[in-house]
T-cell receptor
Framework: RKEVEQDPGPFNVPEGATVAFNCTYSNSASQSFFWYRQDCRKEPKLLMSVYSSGNEDGRFTAQLNRASQYISLLIRDSKLSDSATYLCAVGQGFSFIFGKGTRLLVKP | DTAVSQTPKYLVTQMGNDKSIKCEQNLGHDTMYWYKQDSKKFLKIMFSYNNKELIINETVPNRFSPKSPDKAHLNLHINSLELGDSAVYFC??????????????FGPGTRLTVL
């Protein structure tokens, strides 16, 4: 089983749609969880950390399910500018493991 | 005002050459990392350093030698470059390890092409 898995997509959605991504991880001892956004030929940029109780930042909601070992990202009211690759990251100690990313294309 | 900077941005070189990539962060973080992102966009950790000490070496060939002269710098030297080394190399930093609030900040990347 791969350590961190994501559906590669692409997810093609119209503007205004709600889209959800999931990410599963295999190491139950993982300590921290993040969603990053990566635009083409750019570096990953932190979108949000994922807390145990779930957290929201504007149109973005992240959830963690430790029992089932997955994290999720919900994007409401998609904008054209949300088009990017979304990477989940799982941390333990001084190591972070990234998923391969889910590509999102928001169309007019 | 760049938080994590890398040089050079692009590096094109011949197989067998030796090259270095430099990384600096001005965030006051104590932990720095090197990642490799291959053509399939898979971002994989190579090394992590905490307070200038090597903590993680993810089975990287010993042709890759990181050096951390101080907490703000982590350089990567690559000997005898191979075609498979072609990738984008990202430097990152965080305060501490993978704790809840210890987000990583990435540099802009160095695109290495080995011919």
């Amino acid at each position: 089983r791969k350590e961190v898995e994501q559906d590669p997509g692409p997810f093609n959605v119209p503007e205004g749609a709600t889209v959800a991504f999931n990410c599963t991880y295999s190491n139950s001892a993982s300590q921290s969880f993040f969603w990053y956004r990566q635009d083409c030929r750019k570096e990953p940029k932190l979108l949000m950390s994922v807390y145990s109780s779930g957290n929201e930042d504007g149109r973005f909601t992240a959830q963690l399910n430790r029992a089932s070992q997955y994290i999720s990202l919900l994007i409401r009211d998609s904008k054209l500018s949300d088009s990017a690759t979304y990477l989940c990251a799982v941390g333990q100690g001084f190591s972070f493991i990234f998923g391969k990313g889910t590509r999102l294309l928001v169309k007019p | 005002d760049t938080a994590v900077s890398q040089t050079p941005k692009y590096l094109v070189t011949q197989m067998g050459n030796d090259k270095s990539i430099k990384c600096e962060q001005n965030l006051g973080h104590d932990t720095m990392y090197w990642y490799k992102q291959d053509s399939k966009k898979f971002l994989k950790i190579m090394f992590s350093y905490n307070n200038k000490e090597l903590i993680i070496n993810e089975t990287v060939p010993n042709r890759f030698s990181p050096k951390s002269p101080d907490k703000a710098h982590l350089n990567l030297h690559i000997n005898s470059l191979e075609l498979g080394d072609s990738a984008v190399y990202f430097c990152a930093s965080s305060q501490g390890g993978a704790g809840v609030h210890n987000e990583q900040f990435f540099g802009p990347g160095t695109r290495l092409t080995v011919l």
